[in-house]
């Protein structure tokens, strides 16, 4: 009687890309509720990088633009809340700083999707790893920018 065996399981030819996110985090809550969730261990994706500044407000076009032509595939701006601002109306100057952004990141035919403006506070590590993992699913399902001359595969 001649054995059965299961066919050998074909490699998939296709790497799965992983995002290269850029993550402006002001300095009084998003950097500490990301620190927040490093302390208390709360497990999220590592694929991005953060660049800490003073206030949300601070994050003009220019950055945004300068990180995806520098070969990010998506950038989070990330601020206190409204009312929690240590600047006091940073976060809404942020607000209008990001609707420039948008009509720039428009122009150049990239997907609005790829840049987001949330709001973290210093408590909230929870939902810092939770915006994190949602992002990079997110774009790793859209895929790497066009402007980044060399993606990353696993
Ligand atoms: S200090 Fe956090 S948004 Fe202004």
Not at 77 to 88: A, K, M, N, R, W
Not at 105 to 113: A, N
Not at 136 to 141: A, D, H
């Amino acid at each position: 009687m001649a054995t059965r065996t299961r066919p050998a399981k074909k490699k998939s030819a296709k790497k799965k890309f992983i995002p290269n996110i850029v993550v402006f985090a002001c300095n009084w809550c998003s950097y500490a509720g990301a620190d927040n969730a490093g302390v208390n261990r709360i497990q999220h994706s590592p694929h991005f990088r953060v660049i800490r500044t003073m206030c949300s407000g601070r994050v003009t076009p220019a950055f945004v633009l300068k990180a995806l032509k520098l070969g990010a595939d998506a950038v989070l701006v990330s601020g206190c809340h409204f009312g929690d601002c240590h600047y006091i109306f940073g976060n809404y100057k942020a607000v209008e700083q990001f609707e420039k952004t948008k009509g720039l990141v428009k122009t150049l035919g990239l997907d609005l999707k790829r840049i987001r403006l949330e709001w973290v506070s210093a408590a909230e590590g929870g939902r810092w790893a939770n915006l994190i993992n949602e992002f990079v699913q997110q774009i790793t399902e859209l895929g790497p920018s066009p402007l980044n001359p060399k993606p990353t595969y696993e």
